[in-house]
């Protein structure tokens, strides 16, 4: 199966049923183009967006190919899974509407080498990719973080969170944005990406949004567009500031190994310089 790159800043989302799209969005320039099984396409559109996924998926893409699924319990979710989860194009599966570790489980153990009777629960089948979009969710982040060992990602779905929560403001949100930072960070998984943006038009508010989601420890972003991917990554990439300053403390620890202060009146230690060693890996991504 297709791997992933390390550092992924842009997931591209595209509805399953639109191949010309989704060929657009392979050339688009995007880290990984998810295509969407779930609410991109209408019922009467599911099963032509299924096969034509399917056949997208015979051969390896020229750039990382997750496929976003319909939800556990939904009649579509095993057809899906049957049609693409074995496909060697398939460099991850993304889990909409989860709200317990038993969905992922159930998940994994249909797609994991040796199906139902066979799977060991080793993680050997596609990486997996949680979507939480519920209060309920969220209040067991860090739970269906640790669920499994093919799960490799959480992150929000803020639109029909939102919805759920009743919250009319942006910032209502921070604290389950918070939530999810900590619980991925504690289940030994990657830092989530942000929702998306969902006005395709608003540049500004986009790189404005994605400024604080960094803020909040969040690394890189979904996208519904290729216009917003360009701002998603300038907003997400170390700056020429950051990577001085991050070369000037690597640069420093290796000469003394002992905790110190820089001449601008930084202080060093190994917490500094493990985050100053992340930003110059992020900088060095491909």
């Known amino acids: 199966m297709t791997a992933t790159a390390p550092f992924p800043l842009t997931w591209l989302y595209v509805p399953g049923d639109r191949p010309h799209v989704v060929a657009k969005a392979l050339a688009s320039g995007a880290d990984v183009v998810v295509v969407d099984l779930e609410d991109a396409v209408a019922p009467e559109r599911k099963d032509y967006a299924r096969a034509a996924t399917a056949e997208l998926l015979t051969e390896p893409p020229p750039v990382p190919v997750h496929v976003r699924v319909n939800?556990?319990?939904?009649?579509?979710?095993?057809?899906?899974?049957?049609?693409?989860a074995a496909r060697p194009g398939l460099a991850g599966l993304r889990l909409p509407k989860v709200t317990s570790p038993r969905q992922v489980a159930w998940i994994a153990q249909r797609t994991e080498q040796g199906g139902v009777d066979g799977a060991a629960g080793d993680g050997s089948g596609p990486p997996l990719y949680a979507l939480l979009e519920s209060a309920l969710a969220v209040e067991r982040a860090y739970a269906i973080a640790s669920a499994h060992p093919s799960l490799r990602g959480v992150s929000l779905g803020e639109s029909d969170l939102r919805a759920d929560l009743g919250v009319r403001h942006d910032a209502g949100l921070d604290w389950c944005r918070a939530r999810v930072v900590v619980a991925a960070r504690a289940a030994g998984l990657a830092p989530p990406a942000q929702s998306v943006h969902p006005d395709i038009r608003d540049l500004e508010g986009l790189a404005a949004s994605c400024a604080h989601g960094r803020a909040l420890g969040f690394l890189g972003r979904a996208a519904i567009h290729?216009?917003?991917?360009?701002?998603?990554?300038?907003?997400y990439l170390p700056t020429d500031r950051e990577l001085e300053e991050a070369e000037a403390v690597v640069k420093a620890?290796?000469?003394d190994r002992g905790a110190q202060a820089l001449a601008d009146g930084r202080f060093v230690d190994a917490a500094v310089m493990a985050a100053a060693q992340r930003t110059l890996a992020l900088a060095r991504r491909w």
């Open 226 to 235: 290729p216009r917003q991917l360009p701002i998603i990554e300038r907003a």
């Open 253 to 255: 620890a290796t000469a």
């Open 71 to 84: 939800a556990v319990g939904t009649p579509s979710a095993a057809a899906d899974l049957a049609a693409v």
